[in-house]
């Protein structure tokens, strides 16, 4: 099973794994734009706007909600609207995304590397 600690690997995984039988061009482009924006820090969730993912996709925002709104239909995408002046929520969820790719995959969550303190002594610091 294939982990996935960064964006990187996320994006690398949909790009090379997710074949395009079962999704769109369209829908893949839209996957991987909203991969590229999560963050493993805050659960793998993304907050790109509509006209952040028309923008990218170069898509009209029509084309960019059919895409999103199937995505989510197969359960390969959370999502949740956000409110007046907030982002919407959105999430890759690996789980049913597997059920389209050979490669499985699985989030690991990194641990956080110790935090550099100046008031250490020289010798003990991480460089």
């Known amino acids: 099973m294939k982990e996935i600690k960064t964006q990187f690997d996320l994006t690398d995984h949909i790009q090379n794994s997710v074949d395009i039988k079962h999704f769109t061009s ?26 952040t993912l028309q923008r990218l996709c170069c898509a009209t925002r029509p084309t ?9 239909e197969m359960g390969v995408l959370s999502y949740k609207r956000g409110k007046t002046n907030v982002s919407n929520k959105y999430k890759v969820v690996l789980e049913k995304l ?8 699985c989030y690991v969550t990194a641990r956080r590397a110790k935090k550099y303190e100046p008031d250490e002594d020289f010798e003990n610091a991480p460089f």
């Open 26 to 51: 369209m829908e893949k482009l839209v996957l991987l734009t909203i991969a590229g924006h999560t963050n493993p820090a805050n659960q793998w969730e993304g907050w790109p706007s509509l006209d």
């Open 64 to 72: 960019v909600t059919k895409a999103v709104k199937h995505l989510t």
């Open 98 to 105: 597997n059920n389209f790719t050979e490669e499985k995959a």
